[in-house]
């Protein structure tokens, strides 16, 4: 296929090719009605069918619509707290609320805001910038936004019933623990938030899969804007970074409902376990956040100075960097807990190494604006004033990685103004600044530019007044999350101006939703386009069905570059003019350097992810209020969803190829490697594989902190039986697997009944390898609650078990395909992605036995 | 250093709007005459009342964090009729109160306090401001 | 209504240290404000130069030289000075000269438990919410958690460091001279995290060495009627099931040791100062003055009960 697409494709433009030059994928006029056909399969549905929508100019903008709703609620819970503190020892709030409010300020701007307007933003701009019609997996994104929605807004309501967590936002045992906080509010924060980072993760494989595969074709990796790199590191920190604290959730809540002594002291765990896993996750949380920001800015300088990015590979090796920096530090949160010295230097070193990266980008933005010549335009004001915050909010981080200094203001006013100048400056400028720089894609008008300078002054000035003098309350000795403060201490004055700056901010906050009532006027079919005379894809004249033809990259900036561009892809004189198929298509090239591998049919509207994710939400909500049948049901209907908008993927490889261009066809599916949902399955196994790793860290964690009492001596270990038995099962069942991943290229020519045998022998045969494992440890008397050794023994089984339970779903489907006919060697993409699966969850089950059996044994316990 | 000034200097700015709106409540011109008590200075009776800890037992206007419900709130005590419901409110009697309440009534909760004369007169100034 | 922000004389704050641990961290911290401010000048100063300055500077400015300049080299420069000279100092701070005190100190919810340690390891003295100290000798503390994690930390004289459940840390600090320092609690430990403080009196040594001694002396019996009713009360209310009075038969463990309450300096750590008024306040009505702490508010006294008990109490010097 590849070889086509290289002729099919046009000249290299970089050099500006005179027009005339260009060999164009499609040849004028286009036939009467192609155009037709193309706005009627992608019309978006209109009025309760909104719900149903599904492409990611509809999902984009609800997305980022709902986590800014989330900032200004979490912004008015803030101006509560402000209001509380402006004095000292008032009396407005008491510390019941108080105490819940600084909780869910900081959970729902992290959680709630900051990780999912990003994500939103990819979701939005992604398909736009790659010049794809939608994402590779429109569902998925539809799912993941609807659950994210409703589980954000339960989590909220829970603050108007007094049930709102209150252990604050990382959320330390042993003060969650069920002895210190037995109401359900921490209940709240453990299944809410798990369940919100499912989410998440759930864009984030979205996104990358995106990214990697539905790019137009020519935009090989070194066209490939800054923003799609900064989101493709963003997704991939997502993936390694949020199994962490998904595990120190579950560990935490079956602390909490089953008493296994995971974090508890006396019975072998450790609470410093949790501050691992939480930071393991929390500080490249804070790039996650960042990085998607830095990415749009330097997709904003250029435009605003109308000039290509200065040193575009330092920028983009810079945000490699700081993705992988960002898993060296999380103890830089942990200074004060008592960690040796030598591991306090090196983290420190590592913190400071960040820097750098966050150097090279400052720097290079300063000299992309010199190079060119800037706009004063309110997102260009937004630029300049994230400059000066986020710098500022950089020395200060340098300043607290640095260990004694640390000791000092950790926990204190100065860290709450460091990450308030690093998330505002860092996250929030540069969102508002993409804001009115987007809009115009969006919108029918963009926004107002005379407000957008108010908005811009309220909020620079506001953001300096209330956080700037927070660094001087910190050193003048005032902790965070305190709810009141003795009036001899000085910190009255400092306080009261810190409120009054807070109420600047939401002044601003609120002149930009008056701009917003008074001019975004989205899904109207036309919008306000161009108005910067940016580089870029995105802005090319769209409609719903994004371009009318899918252009042919061939420099960072085509629009720059190709003068005619726009008025050619209107015309469809690049690929794919109209909707061969007659539905949603999108075209899939390769990684590195996006060469057309095939057609890939996209769902219209659906039903499926968002009932699905209302079940979902339903489900997490029934577990953490004790409603266990109705959340039971729940979940039941949930998977029923999600099965229902499987079924009608992948299709069949051997219908006809379809024409994207006069000398270009492509075939509708793919398997293996080229296969979007090989790289989709791959990146899942990457998330599962990240979370299984971190419960071994956790395990060999506790052994190392606590091993003389984690490990009673009397407990006598499994004999190596119950080692090799559940081995041979696992292992046996993989086999049985392969035989059905084999069988199915011979399909259809031969009988399927040996492949759906050896399927239904394999399923079986990896429970019975798990329920093996288990009793294995249940038969010596070992019990998850009598200490941490036990429990983490037990969890090992609780994961592969809650995986196995996804492996026999995905089993039983590929059974249902067989038997429906709908698998075969030219449609096997489920077969593929279970076997992948299949071999993997062996892999990770004799891991696990290893560390339960083997382990022991070396370390001469038992 | 230069930063750490600034914020004090923008601090100072605040203030100093915030000392001009607030109440000149705290001399003793609003106070009737028969209430007046000689080289009594309110605004010394307040920090006294701070530094002992009268909120502990009482709701005392003016001063923050003084909350306490063991006692009765001396909201308006300008205004009030009785001393511990008792003897009438006059100065000598209110000053001799603060400092020593049992010599005046011996069952009441109220301890006696290691209060000096200057600081009950300054105490007694100040709530009869409270009007 | 408010105090001007007097950092320099504060008794709780990181700028107005008052011993080697705190004055060497002021030191440091002077020194990279003094820095980091430059640097932002200089990156204000850039950007400005990029967007105003005449269009053969900018071209200067407008290259990938720049990136390298100013994103790589210069932070490789000056972080490597910054951790190699803060690493040092924090080194020196560790290995600090041999104490001459050892204290354990214990975070409970939401006050402190301190315990004056002999060379064994063995407890002398207890007491609570203050910590006593010579000035002038290094003290090395011992801190742990009865129930969730707290931090340790007097911002005037040194550092914070957590008390974990499970775990002892340990460190080493000093006063330059005699002075009140407050602390307070610096990791969220729930609902009063905010009225968890305490106060280090460092006194000149003879004087230290008569406090301990007086300290480890059990109550003094009480020298007026009044004290002795309030004993009597003090008993009879079942305040000995929580609280200890050392030479009484008041033996509780719950809540901080009452031996010597009367001779400090606040009360309900850090929450109250401390005198007979507010001993009577908090006896009162504990409950409302620092919701959800472990002790009741004893409001079925009598006027004279709740003086009497109060009056003991302070008297407990």
Same mark, same amino acid.
């Given at each position: 296929?590849?070889?086509?697409?290289?002729?099919?494709?046009?000249?290299?433009?970089?050099?500006?090719? &005179?027009?005339?030059?260009?060999?164009?994928?499609?040849?004028?006029?286009? &036939?009467?009605?192609?155009?037709?056909?193309?706005?009627?399969?992608?019309?978006?549905?209109?009025?309760?069918?909104?719900?149903?929508?599904?492409?990611?100019?509809?999902?984009?903008?609800?997305?980022?619509?709902?986590?800014?709703?989330?900032?200004?609620?979490?912004?008015?819970?803030?101006?509560?707290?402000?209001?509380?503190?402006?004095?000292?020892?008032?009396?407005?709030?008491?510390?019941?609320?108080?105490?819940?409010?600084?909780?869910?300020?900081?959970?729902?701007?992290?959680?709630?805001?900051?990780?999912?307007?990003?994500? *939103?933003?990819?979701?939005?701009?992604?398909?736009?910038?790659?010049?794809?019609?939608?994402?590779?997996? &429109?569902?998925?994104?539809?799912?993941?936004?609807?659950?994210?929605?409703?589980?954000?807004?339960?989590?909220?309501?829970?603050?108007?019933?007094?049930?709102?967590?209150?252990?604050?936002?990382?959320?330390?045992?042993?003060?969650?623990?069920?002895?210190?906080?037995?109401?359900?509010?921490?209940?709240?924060?453990?299944?809410?938030?798990?369940?919100?980072?499912?989410?998440?993760?759930?864009?984030?494989?979205?996104?990358?899969?995106?990214?990697?595969?539905?790019?137009?074709?020519?935009?090989?990796?070194?066209?490939?804007?800054?923003?799609?790199?900064?989101?493709?590191?963003?997704?991939?920190?997502?993936?390694?970074?949020?199994?962490?604290?998904?595990?120190?959730?579950?560990?935490?809540?079956?602390?909490?409902?089953?008493?296994?002594?995971?974090?508890?002291?006396?019975?072998?765990?450790?609470?410093?376990?949790?501050?691992?896993?939480?930071?393991?996750?929390?500080?490249?949380?804070?790039?996650?956040?960042?990085?998607?920001?830095?990415?749009?800015?330097?997709?904003?300088?250029?435009?605003?100075?109308?000039?290509?990015?200065?040193? +575009?590979?330092?920028?983009?090796?810079?945000?490699?960097?700081?993705?992988?920096?960002?898993?060296?530090?999380?103890?830089?949160?942990?200074?004060?807990?008592?960690?040796?010295?030598?591991?306090?230097?090196?983290?420190?070193?590592?913190?400071?190494?960040?820097?750098?990266?966050?150097?090279?980008?400052?720097?290079?933005?300063?000299?992309?604006?010199?190079?060119?010549?800037?706009?004063?335009?309110?997102?260009?004001?937004?630029?300049?004033?994230?400059?000066?915050?986020?710098?500022?909010?950089?020395?200060?981080?340098?300043?607290?990685?640095?260990?004694?200094?640390?000791?000092?203001?950790?926990?204190?006013?100065?860290?709450?103004? =460091?990450?308030?100048?690093?998330?505002?400056?860092?996250?929030?400028?540069?969102?508002?600044?993409?804001?009115?720089?987007?809009?115009?894609? *969006? /919108?029918?008008?963009?926004?107002?530019?005379?407000?957008?300078?108010?908005?811009?002054?309220?909020?620079?000035?506001?953001?300096?007044?209330?956080?700037?003098?927070?660094?001087?309350?910190?050193?003048?000795?005032?902790?965070?999350?305190?709810?009141?403060?003795?009036?001899?201490? /000085?910190?009255?004055?400092?306080?009261?101006?810190?409120?009054?700056?807070?109420?600047?901010?939401?002044?601003? @906050?609120?002149?930009?939703?008056?701009?917003?009532?008074?001019?975004?006027?989205?899904?109207?079919? #036309?919008?306000?386009?161009?108005?910067?005379?940016?580089?870029?894809?995105?802005?090319?004249?769209?409609?719903?069905?994004?371009?009318?033809?899918?252009?042919?990259?061939?420099?960072?900036?085509?629009?720059?570059?190709?003068?005619?561009?726009?008025?050619?892809?209107?015309?469809?004189? +690049?690929?794919?003019?109209?909707?061969?198929?007659?539905?949603?298509?999108?075209?899939?090239?390769?990684?590195?350097?996006?060469?057309?591998?095939?057609?890939?049919?996209?769902?219209?509207?659906?039903?499926?992810?968002?009932?699905?994710?209302?079940?979902?939400?339903?489900?997490?909500?029934?577990?953490?209020?004790?409603?266990?049948?109705?959340?039971?049901?729940?979940?039941?209907?949930?998977?029923?969803?999600?099965?229902?908008?499987?079924?009608?993927? #992948?299709?069949?490889?051997?219908?006809?190829?379809?024409?994207?261009?006069?000398?270009?066809?492509?075939?509708?599916?793919?398997?293996?490697?080229?296969? =979007?949902?090989?790289?989709?399955?791959?990146?899942?196994?990457?998330?599962? *594989?990240?979370?299984?790793?971190?419960?071994?860290?956790?395990?060999?964690?506790?052994?190392?902190?606590?091993?003389?009492?984690?490990?009673?001596?009397?407990?006598?270990?499994?004999?190596?039986?119950?080692?090799?038995?559940?081995?041979?099962?696992?292992?046996?069942?993989?086999?049985? %697997?392969?035989?059905?991943?084999?069988?199915?290229?011979?399909?259809?020519?031969?009988? !399927?009944?040996?492949?759906?045998?050896?399927?239904?022998?394999?399923?079986?045969?990896?429970? *019975?390898?798990?329920? $093996?494992?288990?009793?294995?440890?249940?038969?010596?008397?070992?019990?998850?609650?009598?200490?941490?050794?036990?429990?983490?023994?037990? %969890?090992?089984?609780?994961?592969?078990?809650?995986?196995?339970?996804?492996?026999?779903?995905?089993?039983?489907?590929?059974?249902?395909?067989?038997?429906?006919?709908?698998?075969?060697?030219?449609?096997?993409?489920?077969?593929?992605?279970?076997?992948?699966?299949?071999? +993997?969850?062996?892999?990770?089950?004799?891991?696990?036995?290893?560390?339960?059996?083997?382990?022991?044994?070396?370390?001469?316990?038992? | 250093?230069?930063?750490?000034?600034?914020?004090?200097?923008?601090?100072?700015?605040?203030?100093? $709007?915030?000392?001009?709106?607030?109440?000149?409540?705290?001399?003793?011109?609003?106070?009737?005459?028969?209430?007046?008590?000689?080289?009594?200075?309110?605004?010394?009776?307040?920090? $006294?009342?701070?530094?002992?800890?009268?909120?502990?037992?009482?709701?005392?206007?003016?001063?923050?964090?003084?909350?306490?419900? @063991?006692?009765?709130?001396?909201?308006?005590?300008?205004?009030?009729?009785?001393?511990?419901?008792?003897?009438?409110?006059?100065?000598?009697?209110?000053?001799?109160?603060?400092?020593?309440?049992?010599?005046?009534?011996?069952?009441?909760?109220?301890?006696?306090?290691?209060?000096?004369?200057?600081?009950?007169?300054?105490? !007694?100034?100040?709530?009869?401001?409270?009007? | 209504?408010?105090?001007?922000?007097?950092?320099?004389?504060?008794?709780?704050?990181?700028?107005?240290?008052?011993?080697?641990?705190?004055?060497?961290?002021?030191?440091?911290?002077?020194?990279?404000?003094?820095?980091?401010?430059?640097?932002?000048?200089?990156?204000?100063?850039?950007?400005?130069?990029?967007?105003? $300055?005449?269009?053969?500077?900018?071209?200067?400015?407008?290259?990938?030289?720049?990136?390298?300049?100013?994103?790589?080299?210069?932070?490789?420069?000056?972080?490597?000075?910054?951790?190699?000279?803060?690493?040092?100092?924090?080194?020196?701070?560790?290995?600090?000269?041999?104490?001459?005190?050892?204290?354990?100190?214990?975070?409970?919810?939401?006050?402190?438990?301190?315990?004056?340690?002999?060379?064994?390891?063995?407890?002398?003295?207890?007491?609570?919410?203050?910590?006593?100290?010579?000035?002038?000798?290094?003290?090395?503390?011992?801190?742990?958690?009865?129930?969730?994690?707290?931090?340790?930390?007097?911002?005037?004289?040194?550092?914070?460091?957590?008390?974990?459940?499970?775990?002892?840390?340990?460190?080493?600090?000093?006063?330059?001279?005699?002075?009140?320092?407050?602390?307070?609690?610096?990791?969220?430990?729930?609902?009063?995290?905010?009225?968890?403080?305490?106060?280090?009196?460092?006194?000149?040594?003879?004087?230290?060495?008569?406090?301990?001694?007086?300290?480890?002396?059990?109550?003094?019996?009480?020298?007026?009627?009044?004290?002795?009713?309030?004993?009597?009360?003090?008993?009879?209310?079942?305040?000995?099931?929580?609280?200890?009075?050392?030479?009484?038969?008041?033996?509780?463990?719950?809540?901080?040791?009452?031996?010597?309450?009367?001779?400090?300096?606040?009360?309900? !750590?850090?929450?109250?100062?401390?005198?007979?008024?507010?001993?009577?306040?908090?006896?009162?009505?504990?409950?409302?003055?620092?919701?959800?702490?472990?002790?009741?508010?004893?409001? #079925?006294?009598?006027?004279?009960?709740?003086?009497?008990?109060?009056?003991?109490?302070?008297?407990?010097?």
């Amino acid at each position: 296929m590849s070889e086509k697409t290289s002729e099919g494709g046009i000249a290299d433009t970089r050099k500006r090719a &005179p027009t005339t030059e260009i060999e164009y994928p499609n040849s004028l006029p286009r &036939p009467e009605g192609e155009l037709e056909q193309l706005q009627k399969v992608w019309e978006p549905p209109r009025g309760l069918r909104l719900f149903s929508a599904v492409n990611n100019n509809y999902v984009g903008v609800y997305y980022v619509g709902a986590s800014f709703l989330f900032f200004v609620l979490a912004g008015i819970l803030a101006l509560v707290i402000r209001t509380q503190l402006a004095m000292p020892e008032n009396a407005f709030i008491g510390h019941e609320l108080y105490n819940q409010l600084f909780t869910m300020h900081g959970t729902m701007m992290m959680f709630l805001f900051a990780v999912p307007a990003v994500e *939103a933003m990819g979701v939005y701009l992604l398909p736009n910038m790659l010049g794809a019609r939608d994402l590779p997996f &429109p569902r998925l994104s539809a799912y993941a936004f609807w659950a994210y929605f409703a589980g954000g807004l339960a989590f909220f309501c829970s603050i108007f019933f007094g049930l709102a967590p209150n252990g604050g936002w990382f959320m330390y045992p042993p003060l969650t623990s069920t002895e210190y906080s037995p109401g359900i509010n921490a209940d709240f924060w453990l299944l809410g938030i798990g369940f919100i980072e499912i989410s998440a993760i759930a864009g984030a494989i979205e996104i990358v899969v995106g990214i990697m595969k539905t790019r137009s074709p020519g935009m090989s990796l070194d066209k490939l804007p800054v923003y799609a790199w900064a989101m493709l590191v963003f997704a991939g920190m997502i993936i390694f970074g949020f199994p962490a604290i998904i595990l120190g959730t579950l560990l935490l809540e079956l602390e909490r409902a089953f008493d296994w002594p995971f974090f508890i002291a006396e019975r072998g765990g450790d609470p410093v376990l949790w501050q691992h896993l939480f930071w393991f996750f929390g500080h490249p949380e804070v790039y996650i956040i960042f990085l998607p920001a830095a990415g749009m800015v330097s997709m904003m300088v250029p435009t605003m100075a109308q000039t290509p990015l200065v040193a +575009y590979r330092l920028v983009v090796l810079a945000i490699l960097a700081t993705g992988f920096l960002s898993f060296g530090l999380w103890v830089h949160h942990m200074y004060t807990t008592g960690i040796p010295s030598l591991s306090l230097s090196f983290f420190s070193a590592a913190s400071m190494a960040v820097a750098i990266p966050s150097g090279i980008q400052v720097f290079a933005w300063i000299a992309t604006l010199a190079a060119g010549k800037i706009q004063f335009k309110t997102p260009a004001l937004f630029i300049l004033g994230f400059l000066f915050i986020f710098t500022l909010g950089g020395l200060t981080g340098v300043m607290v990685a640095l260990v004694p200094f640390d000791w000092q203001v950790h926990d204190t006013y100065f860290v709450v103004a =460091h990450f308030h100048y690093v998330l505002i400056g860092g996250m929030v400028f540069p969102l508002f600044a993409a804001v009115y720089y987007w809009i115009p894609l *969006a /919108s029918e008008r963009p926004l107002s530019e005379r407000i957008g300078k108010w908005v811009f002054w309220l909020l620079f000035i506001g953001v300096n007044v209330t956080f700037f003098t927070m660094h001087i309350t910190g050193l003048a000795g005032m902790p965070r999350r305190v709810y009141t403060y003795p009036q001899n201490l /000085s910190w009255g004055a400092l306080n009261m101006v810190s409120t009054v700056g807070s109420y600047m901010i939401a002044a601003g @906050v609120l002149l930009f939703l008056i701009d917003l009532a008074r001019n975004f006027r989205p899904f109207t079919g #036309n919008n306000a386009g161009d108005v910067w005379k940016a580089g870029t894809l995105e802005w090319l004249p769209s409609g719903n069905y994004q371009t009318r033809s899918i252009p042919h990259v061939a420099s960072r900036e085509p629009l720059w570059d190709q003068p005619t561009l726009a008025e050619d892809v209107v015309a469809g004189r +690049y690929y794919l003019p109209g909707a061969p198929t007659g539905g949603r298509e999108t075209i899939i090239t390769s990684p590195i350097d996006a060469r057309p591998q095939y057609l890939l049919k996209l769902p219209g509207p659906s039903w499926a992810p968002f009932l699905g994710a209302l079940f979902t939400a339903a489900f997490f909500m029934g577990l953490t209020i004790k409603l266990y049948i109705a959340s039971l049901a729940c979940g039941v209907l949930a998977i029923a969803m999600i099965l229902w908008w499987m079924w009608d993927t #992948n299709p069949d490889t051997a219908d006809h190829p379809v024409r994207v261009g006069d000398k270009l066809e492509l075939p509708i599916n793919a398997a293996g490697p080229a296969s =979007h949902s090989w790289w989709g399955t791959v990146t899942l196994i990457l998330v599962g *594989a990240t979370l299984f790793t971190c419960l071994v860290f956790s395990y060999l964690y506790l052994w190392l902190v606590n091993g003389e009492i984690w490990l009673p001596s009397q407990q006598e270990l499994p004999t190596l039986l119950w080692y090799a038995l559940p081995a041979g099962l696992y292992l046996a069942s993989s086999a049985a %697997m392969a035989f059905v991943f084999r069988h199915a290229g011979k399909l259809p020519g031969s009988n !399927a009944w040996p492949l759906r045998l050896a399927l239904v022998l394999a399923i079986p045969l990896m429970i *019975a390898g798990l329920g $093996a494992s288990i009793y294995g440890q249940w038969q010596t008397g070992l019990s998850p609650t009598q200490s941490s050794y036990g429990a983490v023994v037990y %969890m090992l089984n609780v994961i592969q078990g809650i995986y196995v339970f996804a492996l026999v779903l995905m089993g039983s489907f590929v059974l249902m395909r067989s038997l429906t006919g709908r698998l075969s060697a030219s449609r096997r993409a489920s077969v593929d992605n279970t076997t992948l699966f299949w071999h +993997y969850m062996t892999a990770q089950g004799l891991i696990g036995l290893s560390l339960a059996h083997i382990f022991p044994r070396l370390v001469g316990m038992g | 250093m230069t930063a750490c000034w600034h914020g004090a200097i923008i601090a100072r700015g605040v203030l100093l $709007a915030a000392m001009v709106l607030a109440v000149a409540a705290c001399q003793q011109e609003g106070v009737p005459a028969e209430h007046r008590i000689v080289d009594g200075d309110p605004e010394r009776g307040r920090a $006294a009342i701070v530094a002992i800890g009268c909120g502990a037992c009482h709701h005392v206007p003016g001063v923050r964090g003084a909350h306490g419900v @063991v006692g009765p709130s001396l909201d308006a005590f300008g205004h009030r009729k009785l001393i511990g419901g008792v003897m009438p409110n006059e100065p000598t009697i209110l000053v001799q109160w603060v400092q020593d309440a049992p010599s005046l009534i011996p069952e009441t909760g109220m301890p006696d306090l290691p209060l000096s004369q200057a600081q009950a007169r300054d105490i !007694a100034a100040y709530l009869y401001t409270l009007r | 209504m408010w105090d001007w922000p007097d950092l320099g004389d504060g008794i709780q704050s990181v700028l107005a240290p008052a011993g080697p641990h705190a004055g060497w961290v002021a030191h440091l911290s002077w020194l990279i404000f003094i820095g980091g401010g430059l640097i932002l000048l200089l990156v204000v100063i850039m950007t400005t130069l990029a967007i105003f $300055a005449p269009d053969r500077w900018r071209k200067g400015i407008g290259q990938r030289r720049t990136v390298i300049i100013g994103g790589i080299a210069f932070p490789l420069v000056t972080l490597t000075a910054m951790l190699v000279y803060g690493l040092g100092g924090s080194a020196a701070l560790v290995s600090s000269p041999a104490a001459a005190l050892r204290i354990e100190v214990v975070g409970e919810q939401w006050w402190w438990r301190v315990h004056y340690l002999d060379e064994t390891g063995a407890i002398r003295l207890v007491t609570a919410n203050e910590i006593r100290i010579p000035a002038g000798l290094p003290i090395q503390f011992d801190l742990k958690s009865a129930d969730v994690i707290h931090s340790f930390w007097v911002p005037s004289l040194a550092g914070k460091l957590d008390m974990i459940p499970g775990r002892v840390n340990s460190y080493r600090f000093a006063a330059d001279e005699a002075g009140v320092y407050r602390g307070q609690c610096a990791e969220y430990c729930g609902a009063q995290h905010a009225l968890m403080a305490f106060y280090v009196v460092a006194m000149e040594q003879d004087e230290f060495e008569q406090w301990y001694a007086d300290q480890v002396q059990p109550a003094a019996e009480p020298d007026l009627p009044q004290f002795e009713a309030g004993r009597e009360l003090f008993l009879t209310n079942g305040c000995g099931a929580c609280h200890t009075v050392r030479g009484t038969p008041a033996d509780g463990v719950i809540g901080p040791d009452l031996t010597h309450v009367g001779s400090r300096v606040s009360l309900a !750590a850090g929450t109250l100062p401390n005198n007979v008024g507010t001993l009577a306040g908090w006896i009162a009505s504990a409950q409302h003055l620092k919701p959800d702490n472990k002790m009741p508010s004893f409001d #079925n006294l009598e006027g004279t009960e709740l003086r009497a008990i109060a009056g003991y109490l302070e008297n407990l010097k």
